[in-house]
């Protein structure tokens, strides 16, 4: 039994310190304990925390650009000009949109959908429309231009507005049933149809 005491009073760190009350010996053990036995693996475990979550930083990221490629195939892409058909009517109707005309300045009405869009444009060019004086052909793709015959077969004899960037450009009268082309005249200047058929296409 001695010899045991003997061993206990060896290993005491306190045993060469001034004698303490037990109280303040107990609070020494206490943080001697904390220190090794607390404080360092809360340390380890966060850096642990933080080594996580950045690498949760990163997959996010890189699964939300692969989504946007998924969904876009690349980058989104916009036109700089925008190009729309839609029916019109000379007279009002209910639920169409008052608009004004930038050939004549008279009012025209819009139905609301859209027939066909920059989303429909295969190709856009500029040709003379006589002296200082151009305009702008369009060329749709094969599902655009279905749409159009489609939507001015029930239409002729009344008038179909071209907007550019939401302004009505042009109204002319549907004669025939309108194919995969169209040409948008405005007694517009080299530079301004340059400007128009090159924005319209998507970037």
Not at 50 to 57: C, P, R, S
Not at 81 to 107: C, H, K, M, N
């Amino acid at each position: 039994m001695s010899s045991l005491r003997r061993l206990l009073q060896d290993a005491d760190p306190l045993r060469h310190e001034p004698p303490r009350v037990d109280a303040a010996r107990e609070r020494i053990r206490l943080s001697i304990l904390q220190h090794v036995a607390v404080d360092r693996p809360t340390r380890y475990v966060g850096a642990r925390l933080t080594l996580a979550a950045a690498v949760a930083m990163v997959a996010i990221g890189i699964t939300a650009a692969a989504y946007q490629i998924w969904m876009h195939g690349s980058t989104p892409v916009l036109a700089a000009v925008r190009f729309e058909v839609r029916l019109a009517e000379d007279q009002p109707i209910p639920g169409l949109v008052v608009a004004r005309r930038g050939d004549s300045g008279g009012v025209i009405y819009l139905h609301p959908e859209i027939v066909v869009s920059n989303d429909d444009i295969a190709q856009s060019w500029v040709s003379e429309d006589g002296p200082s004086q151009f305009r702008i052909a369009v060329q749709l793709l094969p599902s655009g231009a279905e749409r159009m015959r489609q939507a001015t077969a029930n239409h002729v004899g009344r008038p179909v507005a071209i907007l550019i960037d939401g302004s009505v450009v042009m109204a002319p009268v549907v004669r025939a049933p309108i194919g995969d082309s169209a040409v948008i005249s405005g007694k517009y200047t080299r530079a301004e149809a340059e400007r128009i058929a090159d924005g319209m296409r998507l970037r």
